[in-house]
């Protein structure tokens, strides 16, 4: 006798347009199989895959549970991975995690480890040293500009903006 279970392991009608649709808990695992996410990424996932709230409730629980879900630790991590790149400053980062459905509190405690073992200036120069490669040719003040408006959409303050257009246009600033 043949076995009619379809090449998906599901035994339905025989149709194969009618497949039964995997449980949350796996399609959670898969979405997190691909990196880490945040208990905001995974709920918005289930339920854009049409889940029923109380079904993405539970596993959120149940992952959560597991340690498969901690937002403090993927805030942390975020931080000093984004860092460490240079590729954002605070301001920024806080930003990017707030879109990621990341506590107040838990951005403000993954910040304050960033303080300790991150120096802003020295990221903003190094960001600006690669930035002005692109700049070359161009006048002072559109220089000046560009740098300024590329270093604050990395989110750093106003002052270290300041200080390290100063610093590293200074050259330019006597040329005009």
Same mark, same amino acid.
């Given at each position: 006798?043949?076995?009619?279970?379809?090449?998906?392991?599901?035994?339905?009608?025989?149709?194969?347009?009618?497949?039964?649709?995997? +449980?949350?808990?796996?399609?959670?695992?898969?979405?997190?199989?691909?990196?880490a996410r $945040?208990?905001?990424?995974?709920?918005?996932?289930? $339920?854009?895959?049409?889940?029923?709230? +109380?079904?993405? =409730?539970?596993?959120? %629980?149940?992952?959560? !549970? @597991?340690?498969?879900?901690?937002?403090?630790?993927?805030?942390? $991590?975020?931080?000093?991975?984004?860092?460490?790149?240079?590729?954002? @400053? &605070?301001?920024?980062?806080?930003?990017?995690?707030?879109?990621?459905?990341?506590?107040?509190?838990?951005?403000?405690?993954?910040?304050?480890?960033?303080?300790?073992?991150?120096? =802003? %200036? =020295?990221?903003?120069?190094?960001?600006?040293?690669?930035?002005?490669?692109?700049?070359?040719?161009? &006048? @002072?003040?559109?220089a000046r500009?560009?740098?300024? %408006?590329?270093?604050?959409?990395?989110?750093?303050?106003?002052?270290?903006?300041? !200080? $390290?257009?100063?610093?590293?246009? @200074?050259? =330019?600033?006597?040329?005009?």
């Open positions: 006798m043949p076995d009619d279970a379809g090449l998906d392991g599901s035994r339905g009608s025989g149709d194969p347009s009618v497949r039964e649709r995997p +449980d949350a808990w796996h399609v959670a695992l898969k979405v997190l199989a691909v990196r $945040t208990t905001h990424e995974v709920r918005q996932a289930l $339920t854009r895959r049409g889940y029923p709230p +109380d079904e993405v =409730a539970a596993v959120m %629980a149940r992952l959560t !549970a @597991a340690r498969y879900l901690d937002d403090a630790d993927f805030a942390r $991590t975020w931080v000093s991975a984004r860092a460490r790149r240079g590729a954002a @400053a &605070p301001a920024r980062l806080a930003r990017e995690l707030r879109t990621k459905g990341i506590a107040g509190g838990e951005i403000a405690a993954a910040l304050r480890g960033l303080q300790e073992e991150w120096d =802003a %200036a =020295a990221a903003a120069g190094e960001a600006a040293k690669r930035k002005l490669k692109s700049l070359q040719g161009l &006048p @002072a003040s559109v500009r560009r740098l300024a %408006a590329f270093l604050d959409r990395r989110g750093f303050s106003a002052d270290i903006v300041l !200080a $390290t257009c100063r610093r590293y246009l @200074a050259a =330019a600033d006597e040329s005009d």
